[in-house]
Nanobody, 125 residues
């Protein structure tokens, strides 16, 4: 099994910063990509930022220039540095990892998506 453990959420004032962390552990051979998604009640879960194993990144337009995703491959950990936070950034943030559990899976191009439990980010004065 694979576990994704998120940390770093909380309450912050508009204009403030937070840093989220996501550590993956368990049956992991290779992590293809890691990403952060967010969801507010009644709406779908949307991509915030993603990063591949070679460091290519992708951001939602709404966070470009404010958020930065990074990863430490040796630690199977991804980070999301969030600056200049706005009230509309308030959501539950979920970590995602697309990975191959075994060397055979990786060789055959098989991967699976795993999710963290979510961490609340609230931006309010």
């Amino acid at each position: 099994q694979v576990q994704l453990v998120e940390s770093g959420g909380g309450l912050v004032q508009p204009g403030g910063s937070l840093r989220l962390s996501c550590a993956a552990s368990g049956s992991i051979f290779s992590i293809n990509a890691m990403g952060w998604y967010r969801q507010v009640p009644g709406k779908q879960r949307d991509l915030v930022a993603a990063i591949t194993s070679i460091g290519s990144t992708n951001y939602a337009d709404s966070v470009k220039g404010r958020f930065t995703i990074s990863r430490d491959n040796a630690k199977n950990t991804a980070y999301l540095q969030m600056n200049s936070l706005k009230p509309e950034d308030t959501a539950v943030y979920y970590c995602n990892a697309r990975l191959s559990n075994t060397q055979v899976d990786w060789y055959k191009g098989r991967s699976a998506d795993y999710w963290g439990q979510g961490t609340q980010v609230t931006v309010s004065s």
